[in-house]
């Protein structure tokens, strides 16, 4: 789909796939095949996908991107201490769905905290904290980062949003006649 929403319909760059692949597949995925391996599946895929317009290819590809569970993340780098099964060095993705902990080697996601499940959360000048859960289950992430003030105020944000949107739907329940034109 990239390529088509480059090319459109242009096929001579096909066979320069394997000199561009760092602009038609992300980096760290580009190694698992070989150049010739990716021309040939970049190919069958625009031949699958044969007809869509480039702006199509371009609905099509958000689409896609839209279902990640990072999708419109923003994404800290922080070293925690706390939990040992981590490492060390770990990418923090915060967005409407809640917090991702992510490996940074190799992108993998370890662990996902919707915003309910987050309890308290502290930032200062070097330092990011959250508590996950209730005190009788629950575990502490404490974070060393200078970022910690905008992981507080994206997470004070989030969970502001959520809770509005929480109470007006609690209140709209409440009041079958709101929104009702009389």
């Not at 760290?28 to 702006?55: F, H, Q, R």
């Not at 769905?97 to 000048?125: E, M, Q, Y």
């Not at 209730?134 to 959520?162: A, F, P, Q």
Request: hydrophobic fraction near 40%; glycine fraction near 6%.
């Amino acid at each position: 789909l990239l390529y088509r929403v480059r090319f459109g319909d242009d096929k001579k760059a096909l066979p320069n796939i394997p000199d561009m692949l760092k602009e038609l597949i992300p980096y760290d995925l580009v190694s698992s095949m070989s150049g010739e391996e990716w021309k040939k599946a970049i190919a069958m895929a625009y031949n699958k996908n044969s007809g869509k317009s480039k702006k199509d290819a371009k609905v099509a590809v958000l689409k896609i991107i839209a279902r990640w569970p990072t999708f419109g993340s923003a994404f800290f780098e922080v070293k925690q201490s706390t939990v040992t099964d981590f490492p060390e060095q770990l990418l923090i993705a915060i967005n409407k769905h809640g917090v991702n902990l992510i490996d940074p080697s190799n992108k993998k996601i370890l662990a996902t905290h919707p915003f309910t499940k987050i309890s308290n959360w502290s930032s200062g000048g070097n330092y990011f904290h959250m508590a996950i859960g209730n005190l009788v289950r629950g575990s502490k992430l404490l974070c060393e980062t200078t970022l910690g003030y905008k992981m507080d105020d994206l997470l004070t944000s989030y969970i502001s949003l959520m809770l509005a949107t929480m109470n007006k739907n609690k209140k709209s329940r409440a009041d079958p006649s709101r929104g009702r034109k009389k």
